[in-house]
């Protein structure tokens, strides 16, 4: 077997001395945080003028993985077969939490005792955490998984960032992420000038550091640059599972709460509570979509007293329940069932952009 370094490198034994990186596609991956991955890999060589990177492609189906865009990926490896490889990266989308497949995640953890590396993109690192080999491991994933996953295993080391390098697990938030982090993974093996070389290749000009963050901020989401507004929307995001009344969101916003209300109506269209409430309740919606948690813990999770006060806000809200929001529709015969969006209408990815635009007035409390 091959040895393996501080990183997670292993020597390699065999006559080649190419990287072998192996991406275990989960059926409905997003093809975006794919290729940002795949691509500088074809790319380094190409530039390289040899093949410094062999890339293989594994399927828990068995032949084919399907994207959420209906793109097909041929494998060429087999799950609980092949393991010679230095870096296996799962790359999933649509509902990773809902993955249940025990020969891929007995797969995972003999790779990582084989002393592979390993790595998750987008929704992969949910994979890893399912299959138990993310324990004392610094990780991030996509920003809409993070909540799911953090309510199922509260004792992960989750962070809000790009990337996340740590010893023999490396993982990326998906999108545009994975180039980022292929550049400190071709920066490790080839130097930072052959780096820079695929960057550029790629028009990929600024860099990104591992923890840089994963979401535009809160003037560019909002399109409001009001200190007071932007300061209560902070606090409002911090404070999801007790939320504060709004003379203390007042307080923190260096305003009055009859001040802050009217700024709040000037510049979103709502009334501080009202917004405050909608956010909480597209936290829950992102559980809903994300996890199998109970509608009871859902609600704490949320900041609402019972599952019965949930209910009435999230009906009132979005004009359905909880529950029948939850529930999948049957796709038309032959069709493959989409992952969805929080609207719950089909959507390629969770990578694509969630939608920004102020939401519909929602009671106050």
């Known amino acids: 077997m091959d040895s393996a370094d501080g990183k997670g490198n292993r020597e390699p034994d065999r006559e080649s001395d190419a990287y072998r990186i192996c991406f275990l596609l989960i059926d409905g991956f997003a093809l975006m ?6 691509e500088p890999l074809r790319a380094a060589n190409l530039l390289a003028g040899r093949r410094v990177y062999e890339i293989s492609h ?10 959420s865009s209906g793109a097909r990926i041929e494998a060429d490896a087999e799950i609980g077969v092949d393991f010679d490889f230095d870096l296996v990266l799962v790359v999933a989308g649509g509902d990773p939490v809902s993955f249940e497949d025990e020969h891929s995640f007995s797969w995972l953890r003999s790779l990582g005792r084989h002393g592979v590396r390993l790595g998750g993109v987008s929704g992969g690192p949910v994979i890893l955490a399912l299959a138990g080999v993310m324990a004392g491991r ?30 023999d697990r490396i993982t990326s938030a ?14 490790e093996r080839q130097g930072p000038d052959f780096a820079r070389a695929i960057s550029d290749w790629f028009m990929h000009t600024e860099v990104r550091p591992s923890g840089g963050p994963q979401r535009s901020g809160l ?11 932007i300061q209560a929307i902070e606090a409002m995001e911090n ?12 307080t923190l916003a260096g305003t009055s709460p009859r001040q802050l209300n009217r700024l709040f109506r000037e510049r979103l269209g709502r009334s501080t509570m009202a917004f405050y409430r909608r956010l909480r309740l597209d936290v829950a919606r992102n559980f809903l979509q994300q996890s199998t948690l109970p509608l009871t813990d859902i609600a704490l999770a949320t900041g609402f007293a019972n599952s019965a006060h949930f209910s009435s806000a999230f009906r009132t809200e979005f004009g359905t329940s909880p529950s029948a929001f939850r529930k999948p529709k049957k796709p038309e015969e032959g069709e493959p069932t989409p992952p969805r969006t929080a609207s719950g ?3 390629p990815s969770p990578d694509a952009p969630s939608s ?3 939401p519909a007035p929602a009671r106050e409390p």
């Open 58 to 67: 594994a399927a828990p189906a068995g032949a084919f993985a399907t994207s």
């Open 219 to 229: 003037v560019e989401r909002h399109g409001t640059t009001e200190a007071a507004v």
């Open 138 to 167: 610094r990780m991030t994933v996509h920003w809409e998984h993070a909540g799911a996953l953090a309510e199922i295993y509260p004792e992960l080391l989750i962070e809000r960032t790009l990337y996340v390098v740590d010893r």
């Open 345 to 347: 209408t089909a959507a």
């Open 33 to 38: 945080s794919y290729a940002a991955a795949v």
């Open 356 to 358: 920004d635009s102020p």
């Open 239 to 250: 404070h999801v599972a007790d939320p504060l009344r709004l003379a203390q969101l007042a």
């Open 174 to 187: 998906g999108g545009t992420a994975p180039l980022d982090l292929m550049y400190a993974l071709l920066a």
